[in-house]
Structure formats: structure tokens, C-alpha cells
């Protein structure tokens, strides 16, 4: 059984640090493209190996590159001149029975399609993608199997999570989700998807940056352009973030232009010239980056779900410290930490140790660790969660 450690937390809450810094790359940043072509080719390895063979086949497709693409942008249009290019770099099985499968003949189109309904502008002749996909080590495949007990781990790794999210981690997933949302678009149709929002509070006083990628084709002037970047620090500023805060707030948008130039895009996307991209470099498993927090470096997307620790440990510590902070109402802050070890089951991780603040540990000790083996039993029901596309780890 694993060791399930529960301890009072010792530092101070984020809540009351002096500074706190927290960042949201959103659906269109090149390294969320990265991020979503890797789970989506992982997803569709899944749900292939099941329809074939009934079960999920070892794979790990969690290497991915963008080579930004050249445009040309201006008011009210433009041209992109060279693709996008993603290189997915992974393991997989390509054979089994004497059936062998090719991903690019298989899977291409699907992550083009897929990559495209990221950046609604984004069309298929904008990106070329290739695989370069290789059966997995003898060692670990043996390892690897998809049945009705707990998997083996495929990696010595750990993750963590932690809950609830602070005022301006709250506002800025929020802010970003809200730009990219059916009803942003409609408000301001003129950005596109790659908008990233940088948060830092000093103090009470909380100061958004905002980095959204203008489509060009409904920016028809400079005039256009400073109007709506003013309408949504304006919308941003005065109500949206009292929705979350009471904290004051200022919003700053595109702070890099200058009269001379503006941040305009073809597709939406800096990656058809100004960015390249890479699987890991943006959001963790809660959906933000958070250097006030603990995290792991481990890169969720294209992982297996089955036995990549590295993976379902990332959303295992989060739904633990979601569920404590549910169900211990004086809990204020909860930190959960997991790592496996290689070739043992994914349910007797080597330890679990959960922080938490507001409450004695010793007090609540019996209920987080009911809260740990429930989470920890529910591993068919994450695997598939992956599968179906539930959690949201990017």
C-alpha cells in the first residue's frame, strides 16, 4: 500500500505572499498547438489500438516541435507565404498479428483538422505535419498492459497539484478562456486565438498584460485596431475582473507596439511567422503556469494514459487536492505531491504527501487519506477521461 503522508502546511498561503505571478498561454500560442497535435494523435492512437485490438497499445507521442511558418499581414489582409511545420516525435506499436499501420497515412488529416478548429482562421494548406514515430523499447512493452488490474508504471516519475486557485490565477484562466470563447469572439471578433495573459499581483494591486493576435482580414485599419485593444483592456478591467476580484486591476494590451508596427496575423496565430512552438513549454495540468506554486517540469500531452505516471499522477494530485478543499470546508490550501516507481503498480505510488493549511493535519488525517485511495482506485475512469477528451490539461 502507499505511504500516504499528511502534514500541516508551513509557508505562507499564495494569497499572502507579497507577490504572486501566474501565466495562461492560450488555444492558438504555438506551444498549445504542440501541446494539442501530441494528445490528439495520442487520443487517436487510443481509440484505434481499441477498435483493432480492444485494448490501448503502448505508445508515447509526447515530443513535438513547431517550425513557425512566413506571412505577410497587414490591415485588412495578407498571405501566409510558408507552412506552419510540426515534427511529432514518438513511440509507438505499428504492429501486432502481422497488421502494420502507418500514422501519417493513418493520422495526419485528423490532426490537421484538429489543429485547425484550435485557430478558426488556420487552414489546412497553412500547416504540414509529419510523424516520426518509432516502435517502443522490448522493455517497456512488456511492461505495458491495458487490462482490468492497475497498470504497471512506465516511468519513475512525480507530479503535483494543488487547490483551490487563488483570485488571480481564477482571473487569469478566466480572462484568457472568456477572449477565446464563443462569446468573446463575438464581442471582439478581431482576435485571434493566440492570446496570451501574464498576472502579477504586488501587493492588492494586480496588473494583466495581454498578448492576443489581431486577424488582419477584420482589422481594416489602425484606427480598428487601437479601438478595440482599448475596448477590451476597458471590458477586461471594469467588468469582467470584478467578477473574481476586488483587488485593483489594470489591463495592458499588445504593450509592444509601436506606430510602426502592431501585432497582426493572417490565421491568428504567431506561429505562421513570429513564434515556434514545443510540447511542455506552456500550460500544466491546472491549466496555467504558476511558478508560486509547486510544479513539475513533466509535460502531460501525448503520454499514454494507462501507465505514464507522468500523466494520470498530474490529474490524480489534482482531483486530490480539489476533493480535500470540497470536503474540509476549513482547508484554505492543499498541495499534493505523488511519485511512482518504475515497473509497480500506478496505485501504490512510493509515497503521497499531502500539505494542507487551515486545519491540523492530525485532525483531518482519516478523511484525506479516504480521499487519496478513492482517487487513487479511479484510474480506469481517468485512463478514460483522457480518451473522451475530459480533462482539460492544456
Given at each position: 500500500?502507499?505511504r500516504?503522508?499528511?502534514v500541516d502546511?508551513?509557508?505562507?498561503l499564495?494569497?499572502?505572499?507579497?507577490?504572486?505571478?501566474?501565466?495562461?498561454k492560450g488555444?492558438?500560442?504555438?506551444?498549445?498547438?504542440?501541446?494539442?497535435a501530441?494528445?490528439?494523435?495520442s487520443?487517436?492512437?487510443?481509440?484505434?489500438?481499441?477498435?483493432?485490438?480492444g485494448?490501448?497499445?503502448?505508445?508515447?507521442?509526447?515530443?513535438?516541435?513547431?517550425v513557425g511558418?512566413?506571412?505577410?499581414?497587414?490591415f485588412g489582409?495578407?498571405?501566409v507565404?510558408?507552412?506552419?511545420?510540426?515534427?511529432?516525435?514518438?513511440?509507438?506499436?505499428?504492429?501486432w498479428?502481422?497488421?502494420?499501420?502507418?500514422?501519417?497515412?493513418?493520422f495526419?488529416?485528423?490532426?490537421?483538422?484538429r489543429?485547425?478548429?484550435q485557430?478558426?482562421?488556420?487552414?489546412?494548406?497553412?500547416l504540414?505535419?509529419?510523424?516520426?514515430?518509432r516502435?517502443?523499447s522490448?522493455?517497456?512493452q512488456k511492461?505495458?498492459?491495458?487490462?482490468?488490474?492497475?497498470p504497471?508504471?512506465?516511468d519513475?516519475?512525480?507530479?503535483?497539484?494543488?487547490?483551490p486557485?487563488?483570485?488571480?490565477e481564477r482571473l487569469?484562466l478566466?480572462?484568457?478562456?472568456f477572449?477565446?470563447?464563443?462569446?468573446?469572439?463575438q464581442?471582439?471578433?478581431?482576435l485571434?486565438?493566440d492570446?496570451?495573459?501574464?498576472?502579477?499581483r504586488?501587493?492588492?494591486?494586480?496588473?494583466?498584460?495581454?498578448?492576443?493576435?489581431f486577424?488582419?482580414?477584420?482589422?481594416?485599419?489602425r484606427?480598428?485596431?487601437?479601438?478595440?485593444k482599448?475596448e477590451?483592456a476597458?471590458?477586461?478591467?471594469d467588468?469582467f475582473?470584478?467578477?473574481?476580484?476586488?483587488?485593483k486591476?489594470?489591463?495592458f494590451?499588445n504593450t509592444a507596439d509601436?506606430?510602426d508596427?502592431a501585432?497582426l496575423?493572417v490565421?491568428?496565430?504567431?506561429?505562421?511567422?513570429g513564434d515556434?512552438?514545443?510540447?511542455g513549454?506552456?500550460?500544466?495540468?491546472?491549466?496555467?503556469i504558476?511558478?508560486?506554486r509547486?510544479m513539475?517540469?513533466?509535460?502531460?500531452a501525448?503520454?499514454?494514459p494507462?501507465?505514464?505516471v507522468?500523466?494520470?499522477?498530474?490529474i490524480m494530485?489534482?482531483?486530490?487536492?480539489?476533493?480535500?478543499?470540497?470536503r474540509v470546508?476549513?482547508a484554505?490550501q492543499?498541495?499534493?505531491?505523488?511519485v511512482s516507481?518504475i515497473?509497480?503498480?500506478?496505485?501504490?505510488?512510493?509515497v503521497?504527501?499531502?500539505e494542507i493549511?487551515?486545519?491540523?493535519?492530525?485532525?483531518?488525517?482519516?478523511e484525506?487519506?479516504?480521499?487519496v485511495?478513492?482517487?487513487?482506485?479511479?484510474?480506469?475512469?481517468i485512463?478514460?477521461?483522457?480518451v473522451?477528451r475530459?480533462?482539460q490539461?492544456?
Open positions: 500500500m502507499a500516504i503522508q499528511v502546511g508551513k509557508n505562507l499564495v494569497e499572502e505572499m507579497p507577490v504572486e505571478i501566474v501565466e495562461r488555444r492558438g500560442h504555438p506551444d498549445s498547438l504542440c501541446d494539442g501530441a494528445e490528439e494523435l487520443v487517436a492512437l487510443c481509440k484505434f489500438y481499441r477498435e483493432k485490438v485494448r490501448i497499445l503502448h505508445h508515447n507521442v509526447d515530443k513535438a516541435v513547431l511558418g512566413s506571412s505577410e499581414a497587414d489582409g495578407g498571405r507565404i510558408a507552412p506552419i511545420q510540426i515534427y511529432i516525435v514518438g513511440r509507438a506499436t505499428l504492429g498479428d502481422g497488421t502494420q499501420i502507418d500514422p501519417n497515412e493513418l495526419r488529416h485528423l490532426i490537421v483538422q489543429l485547425c478548429s485557430v478558426r482562421h488556420l487552414k489546412p494548406e497553412h504540414q505535419v509529419e510523424f516520426k514515430v516502435p517502443g522490448v522493455d517497456l511492461i505495458f498492459l491495458d487490462e482490468d488490474k492497475p504497471l508504471a512506465n519513475t516519475s512525480f507530479a503535483v497539484g494543488f487547490a486557485l487563488s483570485e488571480l487569469v478566466e480572462t484568457e478562456r477572449l477565446n470563447s464563443e462569446e468573446g469572439k464581442r471582439f471578433p478581431q485571434g486565438e492570446i496570451k495573459v501574464m498576472g502579477v504586488d501587493g492588492d494591486s494586480i496588473r494583466l498584460t495581454i498578448a492576443a493576435a486577424v488582419s482580414s477584420l482589422t481594416p485599419d484606427e480598428t485596431y487601437e479601438s478595440v482599448e477590451v476597458r471590458f477586461v478591467r467588468e475582473a470584478p467578477r473574481f476580484t476586488k483587488r486591476v489594470e489591463v494590451v509601436t506606430p508596427s501585432y496575423t490565421t491568428g496565430t504567431s506561429a505562421e511567422a515556434d512552438g514545443q510540447v513549454r506552456g500550460n500544466r495540468a491546472s491549466g496555467l504558476t511558478p508560486y509547486p513539475t517540469l513533466e509535460a502531460v501525448g503520454k499514454n494507462v501507465s505514464h507522468g500523466k494520470v499522477y498530474s494530485t489534482q482531483l486530490i487536492a480539489q476533493r480535500i478543499v470540497e470546508p476549513e484554505r492543499v498541495y499534493c505531491y505523488m516507481q515497473g509497480k503498480p500506478i496505485t501504490d505510488p512510493q503521497v504527501s499531502v493549511w487551515g486545519v491540523p493535519a492530525a485532525k483531518v488525517e482519516s484525506v487519506k479516504a480521499v485511495d478513492e482517487v487513487l482506485g479511479s484510474w480506469k475512469q485512463r478514460d477521461g483522457f473522451e475530459k480533462w490539461i492544456y
